[in-house]
């Protein structure tokens, strides 16, 4: 028998006769089942017998209640009994029949019926002499007065008695039983398929009910005008925000969870300008293992739309990368040196030494770690890069084998107001990192570098293009055996001071929400799978080499400030007004992936690309490195530019400080690509 609810359903402040009497079916679930099942079986034969006496070749006899139905009555219960109990049939929820119930129902009464079909032909053919020796004479002596109609027709009434019981409890626990209705928004379903038919059944079966599902929408022709559940499809997805308004819809739910990002845009586009809220349902994964639930339902995340499909690497080249080699890794409590982390994890290293300026994300990655990857020793160690002796000690300690350097001041705007930061952190901080890793025999290191290196417009850009360049000269020296690469790529979601949790912030606040320029546009990727990439990318070539990630299509930033204050459930430029602040210093309105599209070269991996340049002379780097010593604390940008320029002939200045983008300095943060 069902399960019953926790929450009670009451009457006068009490509870009702059937909650007492699910409660006591709970208690006695399977005594309560033998004796449903025993007199569903009853009737089935009764009624089997009735038919066939009143309607059939037997109505001539009268007497067949005591001479044959009282006879075979306990060995049909006791046959029925033991087959459904053979078959588990007593153990599931009647509130959760299901086509899988029936079929199970069906099978077990063609195994009884074949079962006594067999014992009923062998009684014409075994002697009446060995019949007789069997425990219960009827058996042997009568069982040849078993009429075949009367087992065919309790067969067809014992499937339908009990299918009928079983479904029709969930019905009443689905429709009929009263259920409180406090709080119900009504909800319209995007998608026709197996997963709003789960997710409407889940609905069906809350005892407190949030939801009730007014209509769904999908765009196949042949779902038009069909119900499910009862509920009606009620058009195309195109006319989502007319039936929204008809039907008077306070929440989509959207169950597609094969849908694009392109497709999910589009649905998100069509409700801008309402108060809807949106949810999704769980992955493919859950759903095709049968485990969708209301519970289960989440609110539709910008990740959602933005994110892309999972990154499938190449596990076997990365393992043999990380495994069983001591890996340290710079800026281990930033975005995306902390997501390098858990992702290095994964393979096992023989030790993970994690180097970091700010003791509380340190010390946060730090406890993850030892939670989530025990057996890898994991070292903390707080250190500025820039203190180059400090850098020396730990390399001469430790001794790592792979170097992920991730540390790097990214704030686009404050490198420009700040411009020695970006010389003694980005520059030189890296310098250091990348000579103690050749004076301690790293074999690997990976640099993480960004888009804005790419024809630099900023200091930051421009700081992070020489540290390319130093790293890769590196290659070229004799004393040199670290391979040194670099790897590029654009915004990720959700890092520190970026765009969509500085989005998130300004839309709790009631707005208004800041962007830059209405044509501002920028890559984004996730953070696991910019992590994930640069892994694979660490995997391939002999050094030297600057590689490039898919980025996908470029997203314009007031597209993606109007989608978020729509799933927010609020109407941009209504409820939360937009507003355009000013090209902040040293921003491009679009960024670039790549210098010239003939150097570009494709990998073995579909989302990563090597850029082929020509190394410069590891000792005329050098030598222009050091001659930007004197910028460690001069805060001089002018002076600044002038010397990053000897070395980037292609740095090109955008919005020096004191023009029309200052003011708006730190509004929003669409330039940071999240590598700290």
């Known amino acids: 028998m069902p399960e019953p609810d926790q929450e009670s359903i009451t009457n006068g402040g009490g509870f009702s006769v059937w909650r007492r009497l699910e409660s006591f079916a709970l208690g006695h679930r399977f005594l309560v089942n033998v004796v449903t099942h025993s007199a569903l079986f009853f009737v089935a034969l009764l009624l089997a017998y009735l038919v066939w006496y009143d309607a059939g070749p037997g109505a001539t006899r009268q007497n067949w209640f005591h ?31 299901s086509i899988r119930d029936i079929a199970n129902i069906l099978f077990a009464c063609w195994w009884y019926v074949l079962a006594t079909f067999l014992i009923w032909l062998l009684s014409f053919y075994v002697p009446v002499t060995w019949m007789k020796r069997l425990p219960m004479p009827y058996v042997g002596t009568y069982f040849r007065m078993l009429p075949k109609g009367v087992l065919v027709l309790d ?28 709080g119900v928004r009504r909800v319209l379903i995007v998608g026709a398929g197996n997963a709003a038919e789960a997710i409407i059944r889940e609905i069906h079966r809350m005892r407190v009910e949030r939801f009730r599902v007014v209509g769904l929408v999908d765009d196949d022709p042949g779902k038009q005008g069909i119900t499910i559940h009862g509920i009606p499809v009620l058009g195309p997805t195109s006319e989502i925000r007319q039936v929204c308004e008809d039907e008077e819809i306070e929440e989509i739910i959207i169950a597609m969870p094969r849908a694009t990002q392109k497709e999910l845009r589009r649905v998100i586009e069509l409700c801008s300008g309402t108060k809807l809220k949106f949810q999704s349902l769980p992955g493919v994964g859950d759903l095709i293992d049968g485990r969708v639930t209301v519970s289960q339902i989440r609110p539709v995340d910008i990740n959602d739309l933005l994110g892309r499909e999972a990154v499938e690497l190449d596990a076997c080249a990365v393992a043999k990368f990380i495994r069983n080699r001591r890996v340290l890794i710079t800026g281990a409590g930033g975005s995306i040196g902390s997501e390098m982390c858990r992702q290095v994890s994964l393979y096992e290293p023989a030790r993970l030494i994690l180097v970091e300026q700010a003791e509380t994300p340190l010390f946060d ?17 707080i250190c500025d890069i820039f203190d180059r002796q400090r850098v020396m000690s730990l390399w001469e300690k430790h001794r790592p084998e792979v170097v992920i350097h991730a540390a790097a001041h990214k704030h686009v705007p404050l490198m420009e107001q700040n411009p020695c930061e970006a010389v003694k952190n980005n520059i030189f901080g890296s310098k250091n990192v990348a000579d103690a890793s050749i004076r301690y025999g790293a074999a690997e290191f990976v640099m993480i570098s960004t888009d804005k290196a790419v024809n630099p417009s900023s200091i930051m850009g421009c700081s992070k293009r020489i540290a390319e360049i130093y790293t890769q000269s590196l290659n070229g020296r004799d004393d040199c055996k670290t391979q040194f690469k670099a790897v590029r790529f654009g915004n990720v979601l959700g890092s520190s001071g970026s765009v969509v949790p500085t989005f998130r912030k300004q839309i709790a606040a009631g707005g208004p929400v800041t962007v830059t320029h209405p044509e501002m546009t920028r890559y984004f990727m996730t953070i696991p799978e910019a992590a994930q990439l640069v892994l694979q990318a660490a995997t391939m070539g002999q050094g030297g080499q600057i590689f ?68 410069q002379d590891p000792e005329k780097v050098s030598e222009a490195i050091e001659g930007l010593e004197k910028f460690q604390n001069l805060q001089d940008r002018a002076k600044t530019i002038e010397a990053f320029r000897k070395i980037v002939p292609e740095y090109a200045p955008l919005n020096p400080p004191g023009a029309e983008g200052e003011k708006s300095s730190g509004r929003d943060g669409q330039d940071a690509p999240g590598k700290k």
């Open 365 to 381: 990655i730090e406890n993850e770690l030892k939670k989530t990857h025990r057996e890898i020793p994991t070292i903390p160690c």
């Open 155 to 182: 067969f067809l009434a014992t499937v339908f008695l009990v299918c009928t019981a079983r479904l029709g409890y969930r019905l009443y626990r689905e429709e009929l039983r009263p259920i409180s209705a406090e």
């Open 67 to 97: 001479e044959s139905f009282l006879r075979f009555l306990p060995l049909f219960l006791l046959f029925k009994l033991f087959i459904f109990w053979r078959m588990k049939l007593f153990r599931g929820g009647w509130q959760y029949a």
């Open 548 to 615: 490039l990630l898919d980025m996908g299509e470029p997203v314009k930033i007031v597209d993606l400030a109007r989608q978020m204050i729509t799933l927010s459930g609020f109407r941009p430029d209504e409820d939360i007004d937009i507003v355009f602040s000013g090209v902040r210093p040293g921003e491009k309105l679009f960024e670039e992936l790549r210098t010239s599209g003939e150097d570009i070269e494709p990998t073995v991996h579909p989302k990563v690309m090597v850029w082929k340049h020509t190394s």
